[in-house]
């Protein structure tokens, strides 16, 4: 997959050119845990001859998302606020690049990550209607289709985040939580790992 993107926290453009780190990857596991308190029921077993346990649906889950790839020599293009600037760098500066980011902090905006951009095609837009450009390539995230209270947010009152419909919509916020990669003297790429947390970000 060649529309994988690494956004810096000093990302502010409406295309994918500047600040951002584009990922050669050939897998993406998204792995979703649902968090649920259960609570068994004393005595039920007596009463119905079957014992019974009782989940309260809080609304949480922890999302990852691994991506397993290559990093080439690329063409990096950096803005610092006087203009952007494209530097031709080598695979093993862009994993340098990648690494001291995961090992920043926030406030950092020019070194830290902040949103990871997964692009996958899609046929049906945000309000379910037929796309105009079939397998339209838009940002994967963990939004629904509709409105506050319409369509798949039936009962939703406010809505966390919109279902994109151009491939320049937000992607998944959060964090690198891990990434590794290996010095082949054998390889001219380099192969890697990386998994990224979805989260909101303080500050």
């Given at each position: 997959?060649?529309?994988v993107?690494?956004?810096?926290?000093?990302y502010?453009?409406?295309?994918?050119?500047?600040?951002?780190?584009?990922?050669?990857?050939?897998?993406v596991?998204?792995?979703?845990?649902k968090?649920?308190p259960?609570?068994?029921?004393?005595?039920?077993?007596?009463?119905?001859?079957?014992?019974?346990t009782?989940?309260?649906d809080?609304g949480?889950?922890?999302?990852?998302?691994?991506?397993?790839?290559?990093?080439?020599?690329?063409?990096?293009t950096?803005?610092?606020?006087?203009?952007?600037?494209?530097?031709?760098?080598?695979?093993?500066?862009?994993?340098?690049?990648?690494a001291?980011?995961?090992?920043?902090?926030?406030?950092?905006?020019?070194?830290?990550?902040?949103?990871?951009?997964?692009?996958?095609?899609?046929?049906?837009?945000?309000?379910?209607?037929?796309?105009?450009?079939?397998?339209?390539?838009?940002?994967l995230?963990?939004?629904?289709?509709?409105?506050?209270?319409?369509?798949?947010?039936?009962?939703?009152?406010?809505?966390?985040?919109?279902?994109p419909?151009?491939r320049?919509?937000?992607?998944?916020?959060?964090?690198?939580?891990?990434?590794?990669f290996?010095?082949?003297?054998?390889?001219?790429?380099?192969?890697?790992?990386l998994t990224?947390?979805?989260?909101?970000l303080?500050?």
């Amino acid at each position: 997959m060649d529309y994988v993107y690494l956004k810096l926290q000093s990302y502010d453009s409406d295309n994918l050119s500047e600040n951002i780190i584009p990922l050669k990857v050939e897998s993406v596991v998204v792995d979703v845990s649902k968090t649920i308190p259960t609570f068994n029921i004393p005595f039920s077993g007596l009463l119905t001859g079957e014992s019974e346990t009782i989940a309260l649906d809080l609304g949480m889950s922890t999302k990852n998302i691994t991506l397993t790839g290559v990093i080439l020599d690329e063409s990096i293009t950096k803005n610092f606020g006087d203009g952007a600037v494209t530097y031709n760098m080598t695979a093993q500066e862009i994993a340098q690049l990648i690494a001291s980011g995961v090992d920043s902090t926030g406030i950092a905006k020019h070194q830290a990550f902040s949103e990871l951009v997964v692009l996958i095609p899609s046929n049906i837009a945000s309000d379910y209607s037929v796309r105009a450009n079939p397998e339209t390539l838009i940002p994967l995230n963990f939004s629904a289709r509709g409105s506050a209270n319409r369509k798949d947010n039936d009962n939703v009152p406010l809505p966390s985040s919109d279902f994109p419909d151009d491939r320049y919509d937000s992607g998944i916020s959060g964090f690198v939580e891990s990434f590794n990669f290996t010095l082949a003297s054998t390889a001219v790429e380099l192969g890697f790992t990386l998994t990224f947390r979805v989260a909101t970000l303080i500050p």
